[in-house]
């Protein structure tokens, strides 16, 4: 989604643009004029081959899951790839990498009041959720790389909502909310950016971003009680009206463990019922301020251009997509 997002709107502004694929090619590259390479990030050759006569490397790809069965598949995406990425673009001698990451790195809180800003250092929750813990450490790879003598930024993008989530990140609870599969709320909230704005920001970072920094990219903080609630008028649907009480996290931390245990390809898990109760929320004032990103998509125009995408392909009610 990112990554086709970030190099349309290269190819837009002139840039020769190459791209590393294992799967087929995203739909919003179809007629784009990008030279493919097909490819593993996992093998290093493959990354050699990909980055030769390259100047700048985007590095957006990884893994967002918070299934137990993917803890290995999480380390291995986030973490040894990157450390593949990091150590081809030191022999390929690229001037500047951007390397993708994310405010689960950053971290959350239990407090709506507390706003984590690039300073933050990782707690045990975050140490113990696989996904926001390899993407903390796949930035452990890009700043050893760093101290290498490579040129690299890391971005933190907030939970980014747009067109082309084929994959459904973001999209599968905007399709529930719409298909009235959404009968409560959770109880947190979380950090937001639209795919338009996270691609401006990836390419100011690129531009005018210090090495080694890191810089967030949340355009906005909302609860789950307002964000489904400003979703469902977009939607043209109603919203839910009950929520998760916190106290009711007691209840679910063990019915987690246990489902993880029994089921472990299952959604449920420790790590997503933690989430349901967390605060996601961060500031992005270092990236404002420092790169001029100045984010401008709201979030009901993300939402629309997301379900545009899935009725454009048939995919705004059920059934998987195709890619």
């Given at each position: 989604?990112?990554?086709?997002?970030?190099?349309?709107?290269?190819?837009?502004?002139?840039?020769?643009?190459?791209?590393?694929?294992?799967?087929?090619?995203?739909?919003?590259?179809?007629?784009?004029?990008?030279?493919?390479?097909?490819?593993?990030?996992?093998?290093?050759?493959?990354?050699?081959?990909?980055?030769?006569?390259?100047?700048?490397?985007?590095?957006?790809?990884?893994?967002?899951?918070?299934?137990?069965?993917?803890?290995d598949a999480l380390v291995r995406s986030n973490v040894i790839v990157t450390r593949n990425v990091v150590q081809a673009a030191l022999r390929c001698g690229i001037e500047k990498l951007v390397h993708t990451s994310s405010?689960?790195?950053?971290?959350?809180?239990?407090?709506?009041?507390?706003?984590?800003?690039?300073?933050?250092?990782?707690?045990?929750?975050?140490?113990?959720?696989?996904?926001?813990?390899?993407?903390?450490?796949?930035?452990?790879?890009?700043?050893?790389?760093?101290?290498?003598?490579?040129?690299?930024?890391?971005?933190?993008?907030?939970?980014?909502?747009?067109?082309?989530?084929?994959?459904?990140?973001?999209?599968?609870a905007l399709l529930a909310l719409k298909g009235g599969r959404l009968p409560m709320i959770p109880a947190g909230g979380q950090s937001i950016v639209s795919a338009q704005d996270a691609v401006a920001g990836h390419l100011?970072?690129?531009?005018?971003?210090?090495?080694?920094?890191?810089?967030?990219?949340?355009?906005?903080?909302?609860?789950?009680?307002?964000?489904?609630?400003?979703?469902?008028?977009?939607?043209?649907?109603?919203?839910?009206?009950?929520?998760?009480?916190?106290?009711?996290?007691?209840?679910?931390?063990?019915?987690?463990?246990?489902?993880?245990?029994?089921?472990?390809?299952?959604?449920?898990?420790?790590?997503?019922?933690?989430?349901?109760?967390?605060?996601?929320?961060?500031?992005?004032?270092?990236?404002?301020?420092?790169?001029?990103?100045?984010?401008?998509?709201?979030?009901?125009?993300?939402?629309?251009?997301?379900?545009?995408?899935?009725?454009?392909?048939?995919?705004?009610?059920?059934?998987?997509?195709?890619?």
């Open positions: 989604m990112l990554g086709a997002h970030l190099a349309r709107r290269l190819v837009e502004e002139g840039a020769q643009v190459r791209v590393l694929l294992r799967s087929p090619q995203h739909p919003l590259l179809t007629g784009v004029p990008v030279e493919v390479r097909a490819g593993d990030l996992e093998r290093p050759a493959d990354v050699d081959r990909a980055m030769q006569g390259c100047g700048t490397v985007f590095h957006v790809a990884g893994l967002v899951s918070y299934r137990r069965a993917d803890v405010t689960a790195a950053v971290g959350w809180s239990k407090r709506p009041d507390r706003i984590l800003d690039e300073t933050a250092t990782p707690d045990d929750e975050l140490r113990r959720t696989p996904y926001a813990w390899t993407k903390r450490q796949g930035e452990e790879e890009v700043l050893g790389g760093v101290r290498a003598g490579l040129h690299a930024v890391i971005v933190n993008p907030a939970t980014i909502y747009g067109s082309g989530d084929v994959k459904r990140n973001t999209g599968a100011l970072a690129m531009e005018r971003g210090r090495a080694g920094q890191r810089y967030i990219l949340a355009a906005e903080n909302v609860t789950f009680r307002d964000f489904f609630r400003r979703v469902a008028a977009v939607l043209q649907v109603p919203s839910p009206k009950r929520a998760l009480p916190p106290v009711t996290e007691l209840l679910l931390a063990p019915i987690a463990r246990l489902a993880e245990a029994v089921w472990p390809t299952g959604a449920l898990s420790r790590a997503s019922s933690l989430l349901l109760y967390r605060y996601r929320f961060h500031d992005a004032s270092l990236a404002k301020r420092e790169l001029g990103w100045d984010p401008r998509v709201t979030l009901e125009e993300a939402v629309a251009g997301a379900m545009a995408f899935y009725a454009a392909r048939g995919s705004d009610r059920h059934g998987p997509c195709d890619v």
